[in-house]
């Protein structure tokens, strides 16, 4: 089901962002919810099919500094620059800004998506990411990396790196947490982070 919702999802939005008439990611997750439900040909009843996408959308004027963000079920964090200045050995905090509590699919409740207006500053990182780092299994006690101890805490001890070395520490935690003791736990799920530097 995950391959065939995000199959449909990238098919969509290709037909939904170049055209250039819906620009607000709260507008874009409303459209592509609206596909997908007709898609799926999914009913607001308990016994119809709720596959649904957990997503994140960002647009980002690099000249304004002015970003706006949407999400279902998935957080924008945010690590400030200016957190760092003079400060080598410190770790940020993690400015998180909360998603809308539904899928991009039928649910229970089907409210608007919240399009959320932030202004960065030059050196601002965002952080955008699937449930697959934290959902995963591993470590000494076979135990999910769990999302807001430890995978925040990655982020935050990490974003004092350059970007990409940020991401080679991201990937080396990961390996060493399903390849730990002996035990190579299997991957159950896609892993995506992504990190954009303002």
């Known amino acids: 089901p995950g391959a065939l919702m995000s199959m449909l999802g990238i098919s969509y939005l290709n037909e939904i962002v170049p055209s250039g008439d819906v620009t607000k990611p709260s507008k874009i997750l409303s459209k592509l919810r609206s596909y997908i439900i007709g898609a799926l040909k999914q009913k607001d009843e308990w016994e119809s099919q709720r596959d649904g996408m957990d997503m994140s959308i960002v647009s980002l004027n690099t000249k304004t500094k002015q970003c706006f963000w949407a999400g279902a079920n998935s957080p924008l964090w945010i690590v400030r620059a200016d957190q760092l200045k003079g400060k080598p050995h410190a770790i940020p905090e993690v400015e998180e800004i909360k998603p ?4 991009v699919a039928v649910h229970v409740f089907m409210g608007e998506f919240t399009n959320h207006e932030v202004m960065l500053n030059s050196g601002d990182k965002l952080y955008m990411f699937s449930d697959g780092f934290p959902d995963q299994f591993g470590g ?3 135990k999910k ?3 807001y101890k430890a995978f925040k805490k990655l982020i935050a001890q990490t974003s004092i790196l350059p970007m990409k070395e940020q991401g080679r520490a991201l990937e080396d935690t990961f390996d060493n947490w399903v390849d730990c ?3 190579n736990y299997e991957q159950i799920d896609d892993v995506t982070v992504l990190g954009i530097m303002v």
């Open 100 to 103: 809308n509590p539904f899928p």
């Open 181 to 183: 003791d002996g035990i």
């Open 145 to 147: 990396y769990n999302m």
């Open 140 to 142: 000494s006690k076979g």
